[in-house]
């Protein structure tokens, strides 16, 4: 509900005046012609110091692990826009192990089309030893392109986005 509207605000690729084709349809169109894509001009780098398996724990205060047992720290994930050569200068040279994610990305960032889907860097955990890495394309649907859009609206000056995840808006106390 947060990632794909802040990925719509920021992906650089120009709102469509039609509703676009499906995602990943190769098919050309009824008069030969492949239906225009927009390639997307960066990414979605959602990165936490929590690990996958920490992140799958249910939300509740204080938040538990499977054995009861409280987190030593709130769990919260940060959303950022970056594109290729930000994450070349900036991102590379903070987390080294990211660079093997490059191939991944100009791959993704080359088959996704940005009117329709966000490219995501996922990196989570820890350190570097026990981090884990991935890269994806995600439609844009919340429920719809368009509905996605109107509600990334709310991020367009936003330039990250801190997700709190066992904040339940009770006023932290």
Do not use: W
């Amino acid at each position: 509900l947060y990632l794909l509207p802040f990925a719509a605000q920021h992906g650089g690729a120009p709102k469509p005046t039609t509703p676009p084709p499906p995602a990943k349809v190769l098919n050309t169109t009824a008069t030969g012609l492949a239906p225009q894509r927009h390639p997307p001009s960066g990414f979605v780098f959602l990165q936490s110091e929590t690990s996958l398996d920490g992140l799958s724990l249910p939300t509740g205060l204080p938040p538990r692990d499977c054995s009861g047992r409280e987190l030593p720290q709130p769990r919260n994930v940060l959303l950022h826009f970056v594109t290729l050569p930000e994450f070349d200068s900036q991102l590379v040279e903070a987390l080294p192990a990211l660079a093997g994610a490059r191939p991944a990305l100009v791959a993704a960032m080359g088959e996704a089309d940005g009117a329709a889907e966000a490219v995501l860097l996922t990196h989570l955990g820890p350190g570097p030893s026990d981090a884990f890495t991935a890269v994806g394309i995600a439609p844009l649907l919340t429920p719809d392109v368009g509905a996605c859009r109107a509600l990334g609206a709310a991020y367009a000056n936003v330039e990250a986005l801190q997700l709190d995840l066992d904040d339940l808006g009770g006023g932290g106390e």
